[in-house]
């Protein structure tokens, strides 16, 4: 199937923004960082989560007919795997390069690139969004700061650190917080955030929370954490030999790789980008830390749901005029 590229010549220099949502979510969750893959068994790295102590007490000026009890260090882990391989590939004819491609990046190679990105922002999303919470909270509409300090205590509770703190909400959900007039009291006491790289999604900050919205999760849904909550790895495929042209590098955050080469039988180019990926949870053991085996759950995230999502707007027709 053939592609379908304008005339540079019917078309004006301008082009217009095509209709696409935000690609936030990277810049709120654990990235890969220093992972190394290379050779790793399973295509798997294990994330250390630092052990817990719990001290103990000697009783004081006792005989010393008793030892003091040794505990042991048991650091915990945390598996991601590369486990997707996504990618856009797109051919383009001898005609199509010679008579209708005036710049090859910006009408073929970039969409390309978003639409690997966005996949990897789905899975993002998807991630966050059936993660095994320990913590379900409901998402009061009426008063939407009942529920958001009802997920900080919950954080609190699991010793979740308090710097960094993310409230990323659906559209119903932060549809309730801009109409809340406790909201609306707290951004003229000048507690609306700067947060550059996220400034056109952030709607403010409530007790503690910066808080986002993004259209890739769902509208009724809310989530409170911490970056660390969410681990992520994204590696650029090496370039092959037989490629004509390629190279690796990133895009919003997401390493990437493109090659192009020419398919002979057909007289085309083909342009490929493509990423491997993987995506996990981050679980700390539960209960007392001197437990041979404690329960891992994850505790630095909390999921809240609204439960009384607004009505679909009814249907308006337009009547035509003569």
């Known amino acids: 199937m053939a592609n379908r590229i304008l005339k540079p010549e019917v078309i004006t220099a301008t082009a217009l923004g095509l209709l696409e949502r ?23 790295v294990t994330i250390r989560v630092p052990a817990r102590l719990k001290a103990r007490e000697y009783e ?35 005609e199509e390069l010679t008579l209708d491609i005036s710049n090859f990046g910006s009408q073929i190679l970039q969409p390309q690139t978003r639409a690997v ?3 990897i922002d789905d899975n993002i999303a998807a991630l966050i969004e059936n993660a095994p919470y320990r913590t379900t909270l409901p998402f009061n509409g009426d008063d939407p700061y009942v529920s958001v300090v009802a997920a900080r205590k919950a954080l609190n509770r699991a ?16 549809e309730r917080i801009l109409l809340s007039e406790r909201f609306s009291k707290a951004a003229s006491a000048g507690e609306e955030a700067a947060v550059s790289a996220l400034q056109e999604a952030t709607v403010g900050r409530i007790a503690g929370f910066t808080v986002v919205q993004s259209e890739a999760i769902d509208p009724g849904h809310a ?7 969410y681990a992520v790895a994204t590696r650029a495929p090496v370039v092959p030999d037989g ?51 404690p329960p891992m759950e994850l505790v630095r995230a909390v999921k809240l749901e609204l439960a ?15």
């Not at 009890?69 to 990618?87: A, G």
């Not at 989530?223 to 909550?229: G, H, I, L, N, W």
């Not at 997401?254 to 990423?275: E, N, T």
């Not at 009384?308 to 003569?322: E, L």
């Open 223 to 229: 989530f409170a954490f911490v970056q660390s909550a």
């Open 117 to 119: 990105a966005e996949a």
């Open 22 to 44: 935000d690609l936030i979510l990277a810049n709120l969750v654990w990235t890969d960082g220093e992972w190394d893959f290379s050779g790793a068994k399973n295509d798997t």
């Open 60 to 94: 004081w000026r006792n005989n010393r007919s008793e030892s003091i009890v040794m505990d042991e260090v048991k650091e915990h882990r945390v598996d991601i795997r590369l486990s997707k391989d996504i990618y856009s590939a797109v051919a383009v004819t001898d």
């Open 243 to 293: 490629a004509k042209a390629g190279s690796r590098d990133s895009y919003h955050g997401f390493a990437m790789r493109w090659i192009q080469d020419y398919d002979s039988d057909r007289l085309r180019d083909r342009s490929v980008v493509s990423a491997f990926a993987g995506f996990n949870v981050v679980t700390d053991p539960m209960g007392d830390p001197n437990d041979d085996d």
């Open 159 to 174: 010793k979740v650190p308090r710097g960094g703190r993310w409230l990323l909400v659906g559209s119903d959900v932060e």
């Open 308 to 322: 009384d999502p607004p009505a679909p707007a009814p249907a308006t027709s337009r009547r035509s005029s003569k």
